[in-house]
């Protein structure tokens, strides 16, 4: 049974780089069945969906936030990373990793999800 | 504010039915699937329906799912109280880019 964990700094200060990790098991992100995406939940918020990326290196981002953000993957590892720049404090939220069976399909998997606070 | 609009809050009672709805426009709902979510309090998102209607493994046929034109709904039967949780609809939206929308999302109270 794939799960997804996320791992990661919980406090990060304005201006910095959030940086978070999320690690598959059970399955691998290498058989190229699935997508992987960030998508994150600012408190008693809705939910915003950041971007894919499928194994092969080849991304997709939300366009508002696009020009912020990196998402990279390490198949070695079987872990994929979120890099979002010059945070302020509405980039405070959980941040969630989930799957996907298709670009742009339901997200089937989540991880438990993390919570970031950008604050000095 | 989002893309996909949904009503705050519905409720009803231990055993009724209630239906979530989900509005968007052709650019999204419109022409593409819609997937929906239950989020219990303090957990992460759960998947009950994609593909419109379709429900994964292990979710009771008490939850379902319908589409017309540029509006989704979720129907929940049989309430329990354990159906207490935040629900979601989401689709991708193709106006000026292609990117995931998620509505704002529907709180169910079960009196």
């Known amino acids: 049974q794939v799960q997804l964990q996320e791992s990661g700094p919980g406090l990060v200060k304005p201006s910095q780089t959030l940086s978070l990790t999320c690690t598959v098991s059970g399955g691998s992100i290498s058989s190229g069945d699935y997508y992987w995406s960030w998508i994150r939940q600012p408190p008693g918020k809705g939910l915003e969906w950041i971007g894919y990326?499928?194994?092969?290196?080849?991304?997709y981002y939300n366009p508002s936030l696009k020009s912020r953000v990196t998402i990279s993957v390490d198949t070695s590892k079987n872990q994929f990373s979120l890099k979002l720049s010059s945070v302020t404090a509405a980039d405070t939220a959980v941040y969630y990793c989930a799957r996907a069976r298709r670009l742009y399909d339901a997200f089937d998997i989540w991880g438990q999800g993390t919570m970031v606070t950008v604050s000095s | 504010q989002s893309v996909l609009t949904q009503p705050p809050s519905v409720s009803a009672a231990p055993g009724q039915k209630v239906t979530i709805s989900c509005s968007g426009s052709s650019s999204n709902i419109g022409n593409n699937y819609v997937s929906w979510y239950q989020q219990l309090p303090g957990t992460a998102p759960k998947l009950l329906i994609y593909?419109?209607?379709k429900r994964p493994s292990g979710i009771p046929d008490r939850f379902s799912g319908s589409k017309s034109g540029t509006s989704a709904t979720l129907g929940i039967t049989g309430l329990q109280t354990g159906d207490e949780a935040d629900y979601y609809c989401?689709?991708?939206?193709?106006?000026?880019?292609?990117?995931?929308?998620f509505g704002g999302g529907t709180k169910l109270t079960v009196l």
């Open positions: 593909d419109n209607n």
């Open positions: 989401g689709t991708w939206d193709s106006s000026l880019s292609v990117y995931v929308v």
């Open positions: 990326i499928y194994y092969s290196g080849s991304t």
